[in-house]
């Protein structure tokens, strides 16, 4: 009884740590980003000028905002149809063979890779491609990010997905079989509707990755503080103005760093958000 | 082993085989590996009655399943299956017809109760349509799905719910609910797999008049774990054992006058 009263006491202590040092995470992200909302209010936000020079300071995240949710979106639809597709292979058409656990251990081992080496890949291969493609004359840009970003959440997507659909019960499957269904006619009535909320969910957690991701895109993305002209133009994402500018940041700056760590924060728990109550929604 | 003897064991083994006249079904001396090797069914014989309840019992494992699957060849969903024999559906051989075709002529009910989830009870019943892409008219939907639930006796006790999901359904009237689903089509043969194991004896006692009323016009496969079940409602019966049909008969007669030693124990609960 007694021991029982210490684990219990031990378990809500660790709790109430990882609690106090999330509030106190959030707490110094608001303090510290409030210089900038007092300089210019709720224009940081919207404001696309990010102008360091000193006299005319201006701040707007805006750039970033849109770079961010811009090469997020490009990257989710560059991923979709490919996560989808290799979920369906190894988690029902070819459930259980050799090839389908070979790709799935080699999803799993893109899932581990460190961003940076996806990022020097990116950079040293992708790049180039892009030049040679005629895209963009630097090879940097939205466009290289995305695509990058979409290698990055591809297993990532898979991997949730194929859980999900293997997850359907085989007596729905048999059910439909013994109907005369195809397999195909099977994948399309009974595994996509059953699975239809937690795939929903998984793209939306894999959005919620690339929302996040930084080394990589930092180095190709092309580091410039404006809303991308083009589709192949070049920009920055919340989270690589942050990674390329915070050492050399102090003041007003600084402040806008912090303010736009505090804009990715809600966003990507907004994301979070909005993918729980369509899980709920469905379920 | 002598000529004789020979000639005795033949004799013993056509006497095990009941003499159907016109069989629906013809099982020929089908055998069944799930890996190379071990068998899950053994050189079974059986001739199926039209429009009569025939019902395959055994204890676990003995490949009741199996054999009952093979019949509209749901067990080739699983890839390594190997198959040797004939099972015959009036003068077709099942194992070239197109599982599409086949599977709307033998329909199938399985041991839970498993409408799609997904889908609301007129959609149930209808699924086979759907899923195989056949369009119908209005109408024509809407009097299939009265003919298959009054069929299985559900029509007055969900027609007033017929857009409501089919899961909210008591555990019973779900499996009356697929029975529907199977009946849509029209087949002539349907095969259950211990369609009342997951229910309650009243839901069970519901179940076994269906299959009585609906013997008039399907012939039923009936696997049963439940050996007073296949007394109350079957016509023949096969004992089944490590893979091997051991004894096919009436039911009446196997029950009261079991011919295989094996047959006796298992009827009067020394095993299974
Ligand atoms: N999917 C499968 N893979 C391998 N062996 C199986 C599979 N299904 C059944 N078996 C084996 O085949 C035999 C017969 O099984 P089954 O037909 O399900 O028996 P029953 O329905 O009489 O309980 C058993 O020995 C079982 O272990
Ligand atoms: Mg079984």
Known sequence: MKSDKVTKQILFAASLIILLTAAGMV????????????????????????????????????????????TSILAIVICLPMAFSTSLFIGEYFRK???????????????????????????????????????????????????????????????????????????????????????????????????????????????????????????????????PDSLFGTGNTMASVIANQFGEADGLKLSALIGIGLLLFIITALVNWIGKIIIKKFS | ????????????????????????????????????????????????????????????????STLLRAINRMHELYPDIVTEGKINLHDDDILKMSTIKLRRKIGMVFQRPNPFPTMSIYDNVIAGYKLNGIKLKRA?????????????????????????????????????????????????????????????????????DLLVELKKDYTIVLVTHNMSQAARISDYSMFMYLGELVEYDKT?????????????GYLTGKFG
């Open chain 1, 97 to 227: 063979s050799a090839v389908a656990s070979v790709i799935s251990s080699m999803v799993d081992l893109l899932a581990g890779v460190p961003s940076i080496v996806y990022g020097l890949w990116g950079f040293y291969t992708l790049r180039p491609i892009i030049m040679e493609l005629g895209l963009s004359p630097q090879g940097y840009g939205v466009f290289t990010s995305g695509i990058i970003l979409a290698i990055m959440i591809i297993p990532y997507a898979t991997s949730l997905s194929n859980e999900i659909i293997s997850m359907v019960p085989n007596e729905l499957k048999e059910a439909a079989y013994s109907l005369g269904a195809t397999r195909m006619e099977v994948v399309f009535t009974v595994i996509l509707p059953n699975a239809r909320s937690g795939i929903v969910a998984s793209y939306i957690l894999a959005f919620g990755r690339a929302l996040g991701e930084t080394m990589a895109v930092t180095m190709l993305i092309g580091n410039s503080n404006v809303v």
């Open chain 2, 140 to 208: 024509e939907r809407d009097e299939i799905v009265e003919r298959s639930l009054r069929n299985v006796a559900l029509w007055d006790e969900v027609k007033d719910s017929l857009m409501k999901k089919g899961t909210f359904l008591s555990g019973g009237q779900q499996q009356r609910l697929c029975i529907a689903r199977a009946l849509a089509f029209q087949p002539e043969v349907i095969l259950l797999d211990e369609p009342t194991s997951a229910l309650d004896p009243v839901a069970t006692a519901k179940v076994e």
């Open chain 1, 27 to 70: 707490f110094s992200l608001i303090m510290g980003a409030i210089p900038v909302f007092k300089e210019f209010g709720l224009g940081f936000v919207f404001s696309n000028e990010w102008d360091p020079t000193e006299g005319r300071e201006n701040y707007g995240a805006l750039p970033f905002i849109a770079g961010t949710l811009i």
């Open chain 2, 1 to 64: 082993m002598t000529t004789v003897a020979m000639a005795e064991k033949q004799v013993k083994m056509e006497e095990r085989i009941v003499d159907i006249k016109n069989p629906v079904l013809s099982i020929q001396d089908l055998s069944i590996a799930y890996n190379k090797d071990k068998y899950a069914v053994k050189h079974v014989n059986a001739d199926i009655k039209k429009n009569a309840i025939t019902a395959i019992m055994g204890p676990s494992g003995c490949g009741k």
């Open chain 2, 252 to 264: 009446k007669v196997m029950f009261t006058n079991p011919r295989d030693s094996r047959t006796e």
